[in-house]
């Protein structure tokens, strides 16, 4: 039997697709632009949208609101006067893309890139791709597909007869081709653009070569919408990087955070050390979380990380309940003991930068959606109520939840959750505090009554991986 509350999520879904349809329809004079892709999607949307937004009254989706309710909010802010809507499309399993493509009917389809996101649902990449194909065969007749052909599994795709499709990447059969691909940080990316027998130099405020295949669709795009080349690099040339997507920001002390903590997934993480690998910086540091979408196991995909760091960075932080093994092998690799630390707490950690940063360093802040990490850039500036290991807060837009700094949650005298590793530590750095909690199982057994336990200092045995809701109070 189907939970009620499965059914209910499947009809709201529903519901929201209906009205998303209906709306499509009447806005008939509307081109609209439809981005897909595992990463990189969002700016790529962003990009289009500057574009065409600076010759043409043009909508976009905001930030990365690309599932459900976002698809349906998007549309429906697509009003009679525009002439382009960019809409970005999102996926977190299979059987989506139909539903999407039928309700945002795409005049232009834009293909990104296939990388390892959502893995648990998608089996492997081939699954992904084929998916993400749906897009491209929704198309009308006349519909024009917008593919990257660096991709492989992208180039080896073959669309329906009926779509236009052009390709671009540095392939041979590509209509829109980067050249002169250059800037290290402390440079942004620059590149030359070539299409139809014209040229043009770019000059964006962003870091990193990875968002080529990102930033070539809007040229793509523009041309289909009679804009020259010139007119989409002076657009491009002017936007700022989203926030936490390999975003620099300087600290009051005059240290760089290069914040890419928003999207944890494996196959974006080999960009960033790339950034930091060519980067020029008095100091190189790498705070380091996790990584998503890995099938490895957690002790090897660290100390694999430790390996890579140390041959990167001039110091490093490993924040979680594995950051040890990152520590051990960055040392074995050649790291200096006393420029590597491990915490399971992420207010240490920002405790830690507070006293290490200086002028001239280069942080790399790398992370999950579920760490957080935005909190220690806003521990940099201002007072961070909230410093819970795991929260289910969504962060939009780089702001904070309301209750980092909104709600005074004094995590001293509230409810806390705390693995039993970190719940030692706390009792270690406060023998006077007195406890109250339950342990609960990690397949949600039956609560149990802590105290006894821990004012025994029996608090770990039995215990092993479960988790703690503890109230804390001197």
């Known amino acids: ?73 998007s549309l429906l802010r697509v009003l009679p006067w525009h002439k382009y809507a960019v809409i970005e499309i999102g996926l977190d399993g299979p059987g989506q893309m139909a539903a999407f493509a039928n309700v945002v009917r795409p005049d232009i389809a834009v293909w990104v890139n296939v990388a390892r996101t959502h893995t648990m649902n998608f089996r492997n990449l081939e699954t992904t791709a084929q998916e993400k194909a749906k897009l491209v065969e929704s198309l009308r007749p006349g519909g024009v597909a917008v593919l990257n052909d660096d991709n492989p599994y992208i180039a080896a795709y073959q669309p329906p007869a009926h779509v236009r499709t052009i390709y ?87 240290a760089t955070l290069l914040r890419d903590e928003l999207n944890g997934s494996v196959d974006s993480l080999a960009a960033a050390l790339r950034v930091m690998e060519h980067a020029k910086a008095t100091r190189k540091m790498i705070v380091f979380t996790d990584v998503a979408d890995s099938k490895e196991k957690p002790r090897k995909r660290l100390r694999d990380m430790g390996t890579k760091v140390a041959g ?71 007072d961070v109520t909230c410093w819970k290991n795991t929260c289910d807060k969504s962060v939009k837009g780089g702001v904070k939840p309301d209750h980092w700094g909104g709600e005074k949650v004094d995590h001293s005298t509230g409810w806390r959750c705390l693995s039993l590793k970190e719940l030692r530590g706390w009792l270690e750095r406060r023998p006077a505090t007195r406890v109250a909690g339950r342990v609960l199982g990690r397949s949600g057994s039956r609560p149990r009554n802590l105290a006894p336990r821990v004012e025994g200092g029996d608090y770990e045995r039995g215990l092993a991986g479960r988790f703690c809701l503890l109230s804390l109070s001197r």
């Open 1 to 73: 039997m189907i939970p009620n509350s499965a059914l209910s999520k499947v009809w709201v879904r529903k519901i929201l697709l209906s009205i998303g349809w209906i709306w499509r329809r009447c806005m008939f004079r509307t081109t609209f632009i439809a981005v897909s892709g595992s990463v990189g999607k969002s700016t790529c949307k962003e990009l289009i949208g500057e574009v065409l937004g600076s010759q043409f009254p043009t909508v976009r989706t905001l930030g990365n609101e690309n599932h459900f309710r976002g698809v349906t909010r």
């Open 168 to 254: 671009y990447g540095s392939t041979e059969r590509s209509s829109f081709r980067p050249s002169r691909i250059g800037g290290h940080w402390p440079e942004r990316l620059s590149l030359c653009v070539s299409a139809q027998g014209e040229e043009v130099p770019v000059s964006t405020r962003f870091v990193g070569d990875h968002w080529v295949p990102s930033i070539l669709p809007a040229f793509v795009v523009g041309k289909l919408c009679g804009l020259s080349l010139e007119s989409a690099a002076s657009a491009i040339s002017k936007y700022e990087p989203l926030p936490m997507r390999m975003s620099p920001v300087v600290l009051p002390n005059g």
């Open 312 to 382: 990167i960075a001039d110091a490093a932080i490993f924040l979680g309940e594995h950051s040890e093994h990152a520590v051990k092998a960055a040392i074995a690799a050649g790291m200096r003991a006393d420029q590597i630390w491990s915490y399971y707490n992420v207010e240490e950690v920002a405790l830690r930068l507070r006293a290490e940063l200086r002028a001239g360093d280069l942080v790399l802040l790398r992370g999950r959606t579920c760490d957080h990490l935005a909190r220690l850039y806003l521990g940099m500036t201002r």
